[in-house]
């Protein structure tokens, strides 16, 4: 198939590699000069693992350009834009949606089928669709299920395929099998629905992975007033396979680029709707979610005194989760600031997210190997949990230290370990 990808961000580039990789010939368009470049050099701009070895610039079927003129050889168009939160709001801002079909429409014709993979508020896709009728196009929906840190393996073997197509198109999903082909082959399970069913999938899934999350953290709340292990509490109710033990670590809460962002722009969908009290629940999700963040601040004062000014804090992490260098909306740098706020001197690291880290917060002190960054410290704070922090020798730890006072904001250290070789450590909701 001839495929184009409008948007060569994290979803984009990642979709038009894997759209390569499976055989077709691809083009990427994106009005970034310099992420374009980039692109087509065969560099990936974030870090995402596998990606780099899919965009090699010898590979024939894929190409990157500006032009959005080149979609006209192409026969599907993806959309993957970003849909961000509207500025002082909560709902998504589609934006950048709107702009990249309204650029197509000149360069699509009768056969051609848009394709959208951004996450957006329910109702979009029939819009879009009025939208692209003119031109004897047709539009289906194809929400991304991408997590960040496997996003290669999640494209191209997914764990299902979700297809929202007008009722009236019967050639939308043929195209959509064609180009999943292989997926499909290796038993890949296919969703064949209406427009807004589709829609719903993604940020419906996305709400009740974040109520899974707060709800264990919530289960820490009470764990730290009473005495009780969230952590074996997490594994007890895990076994019962209604419930299952995946997305119940307790810890400084979730972030990045999708989760707060979707459940907040539901939400104000749902208002609109008029349903607004169906979603009320996810407010207080996201409160919870944001409370944890405080915590970790709170446990590394108590821990020291009462009183960060001129304390040495090492931050362990700044990207919202292992195997990215994303920092939206991460709890971990949030973390970092918070301490700075309270009076901290703070030293940061992350194996790959250090230079973004830089971008948001430029006057934050980042240095590149872990032993600079404990040297000296009064206090470590691990708040994303990378194997290179999980697996550190708290004996070797405890000499470049000045002091013995660890936070594990992700509950991923071995306490025991930790206490035996002279630490106070603190975990969230362990005691």
Same mark, same amino acid.
Request: one cysteine or more.
């Given at each position: ?67 959005? #003129?080149? &979609? @006209?050889h192409a026969r599907v168009h993806f959309i993957?834009?970003? =849909?961000?939160?509207? %500025?002082? $709001?909560?709902? /998504? ?124 953290? #919530?289960? &820490? @709340?009470?764990?730290e007033v009473t005495g009780a292990d969230v952590? =074996?509490?997490?594994? %007890?109710? $895990?076994?019962? /396979? ?82 990215s260098d994303d920092v939206r909306d991460s ?101």
């Amino acid at each position: 198939m001839r495929i184009s990808v409008i948007g060569c961000g994290y979803l984009g580039a990642v979709h038009a590699a894997c759209m390569a990789e499976l055989g077709h010939d691809v083009v990427g368009i994106d009005v970034d000069a310099s992420k374009i470049e980039n692109l087509a050099a065969g560099r990936a701009p974030f870090f995402e693992p596998g990606l780099g070895d899919l965009l090699s610039p010898d590979n024939a079927r894929l190409r990157f350009t500006t032009d959005i #003129a080149a &979609a @006209e050889h192409a026969r599907v168009h993806f959309i993957a834009v970003g =849909t961000p939160q509207v %500025a002082g $709001g909560v709902a /998504a801002d589609l934006t950048y949606v709107n702009a990249a079909v309204e650029a197509l429409l000149p360069h699509i014709g009768p056969g051609h089928l848009v394709v959208g993979k951004s996450t957006v508020p329910v109702g979009t896709a029939a819009r879009l669709a009025e939208l692209v009728a003119p031109t004897g196009a047709s539009l289906a929906w194809n929400p991304e299920f991408l997590r960040e840190g496997f996003a290669v393996s999640d494209t191209l073997s997914p764990d299902r395929l979700v297809y929202g197509v007008d009722h009236r198109d019967d050639r939308a999903a043929e195209v959509l099998d064609e180009i999943y082909k292989r997926p499909l082959e290796a038993g890949t399970p296919r969703i064949v629905t209406d427009y807004a069913t589709a829609e719903l999938v993604k940020v419906s899934a996305n709400a009740f992975l974040a109520t899974k999350i707060s709800f264990i953290n #919530a289960m &820490a @709340e009470i764990a730290e007033v009473t005495g009780a292990d969230v952590t =074996t509490l997490a594994d %007890a109710i $895990g076994y019962d /396979a209604r419930i299952g033990r995946r997305f119940l670590n307790a810890g400084v809460g979730f972030g990045g680029g999708c989760l707060p962002k979707d459940i907040r722009a539901f939400q104000a969908r749902a208002e609109e709707l008029g349903v607004g009290h169906s979603l009320a629940f996810l407010a207080d999700v996201d409160d919870v979610n944001l409370r944890r963040r405080q915590r970790v601040v709170d446990l590394v004062t108590e821990n020291l005194g009462g009183d960060l000014t001129g304390k040495a804090v090492t931050v362990l992490g700044l990207a919202f989760k292992p195997e990215s260098d994303d920092v939206r909306d991460s709890p971990a740098l949030d973390v970092a600031q918070r301490l700075v706020d309270a009076g901290a001197v703070v030293r940061a690291t992350d194996p790959e997210a250090i230079e973004t880290a830089r971008r948001l917060r430029p006057h934050l002190d980042y240095v590149e190997s872990i032993q600079e960054a404990v040297s000296g410290a009064d206090a470590i704070v691990v708040v994303t949990e990378w194997h290179q922090f999980r697996e550190l020798d708290p004996v070797e730890v405890a000499g470049w230290a000045r002091g013995r006072v660890v936070v594990d904001g992700r509950n991923c250290l071995d306490a025991s370990d930790w206490r035996s070789a002279g630490w106070t450590y603190a975990g969230l909701g362990r005691p």
